[in-house]
């Protein structure tokens, strides 16, 4: 499996932006997609998930009502629009796949089997 994350840029405060995550393989319409985040000497913390139907979706509770995650299996694409925009947002933005999620342990970057290469999001002030 393989994931190519895109959409990041640098936008000003209040801005929008739509991350994608492009997956190969067969895998992908059975996972959960994550989304996380690691700003420049923090750590990689998670933002949000989605189950593989959609039908379930997590956010961490700095980006709710913010942020929106979303997939098209028919794609092979998850997403994370990214509305009102914060510069403490500014972070390179990953997306991970898991084919064995448990709710519980959406925060941990082991609960994730494979993962994107990241894509930088600058937030201006």
């Given at each position: 499996?393989?994931?190519?994350?895109?959409?990041?840029?640098?936008?000003?405060?209040?801005?929008?932006?739509?991350?994608?995550?492009?997956?190969s393989g067969r895998?992908?319409?059975?996972?959960?997609?994550?989304?996380?985040?690691?700003?420049?000497?923090?750590?990689?913390?998670?933002?949000?998930?989605?189950?593989?139907?959609?039908?379930?979706?997590?956010?961490?509770?700095?980006?709710?009502?913010?942020?929106?995650?979303?997939?098209?299996?028919?794609?092979?694409?998850?997403?994370?629009?990214?509305?009102?925009?914060?510069?403490?947002?500014?972070?390179?933005?990953?997306c991970a796949l898991?084919?064995?999620?448990?709710?519980?342990?959406?925060?941990?970057?082991?609960?994730?089997?494979?993962?994107?290469?990241?894509?930088?999001?600058?937030?201006?002030?």
């Amino acid at each position: 499996v393989q994931l190519q994350a895109s959409g990041g840029g640098l936008v000003q405060a209040g801005g929008s932006l739509r991350l994608s995550c492009a997956a190969s393989g067969r895998t992908f319409g059975t996972s959960t997609v994550g989304w996380f985040r690691q700003a420049p000497g923090k750590e990689r913390d998670f933002v949000a998930a989605i189950s593989w139907s959609g039908g379930n979706t997590y956010y961490v509770d700095s980006v709710k009502g913010r942020f929106t995650i979303s997939r098209d299996n028919a794609r092979n694409t998850g997403y994370l629009q990214m509305n009102n925009l914060k510069p403490e947002d500014t972070a390179v933005y990953y997306c991970a796949l898991d084919g064995n999620f448990n709710p519980r342990n959406r925060y941990s970057t082991s609960e994730y089997e494979y993962w994107g290469q990241g894509t930088q999001v600058t937030v201006s002030s």
